[in-house]
Nanobody, 124 residues
Framework: QVQLVESGGGLVQAGGSLRLSCAAS????????MAWFRQAPGKEREFVAG????????YFADSVKGRFTISRDNAKNTVNLQMNSLKPEDTAVYYC?????????????????WGQGTQVTVSS
């Protein structure tokens, strides 16, 4: 069993930056693909970024390419999402997710473990 806890959300002005962190406990994440999803009010949960267990492969939604980066530290059991040049449309609850597949999936139902989410609000 894996427990995921996100942190780092908050309120930021458009153009600003935030760094989200996801800490895992209960079991090592080293053999899990990790991803960040987000869900805005009235919308479906959508894939934001994913990273393979080795960290060698990363994937991003088109809407965040060039602005967001994802990284992981398997020794510390953490995954981070650096978000730069934030836009009001990035406003959502951001979730960390883990999956034992070798390559990140963009489909939420492929993920076995989820955090409780952290709110990101970008003001215009």
């Amino acid at each position: 069993q894996v427990q995921l806890v996100e942190s780092g959300g908050g309120l930021v002005q458009a153009g600003g930056s935030l760094r989200l962190s996801c800490a895992a406990s209960g079991r090592t994440l080293s053999r899990n693909t990790m991803a960040w999803f987000r869900q805005a009010p009235g919308k479906e949960r959508e894939f934001v970024a994913g990273i393979s267990w080795s960290g060698g492969s990363v994937y991003f939604a088109d809407s965040v390419k060039g602005r967001f980066t994802i990284s992981r530290d398997n020794a510390k059991n953490t995954v981070n999402l650096q978000m730069n040049s934030l836009k009001p449309e990035d406003t959502a609850v951001y979730y960390c997710a883990a999956d034992p597949r070798s390559v990140p999936s963009i489909l939420p139902f492929h993920y076995s473990y989820w955090g409780q989410g952290t709110q990101v609000t970008v003001s215009s």
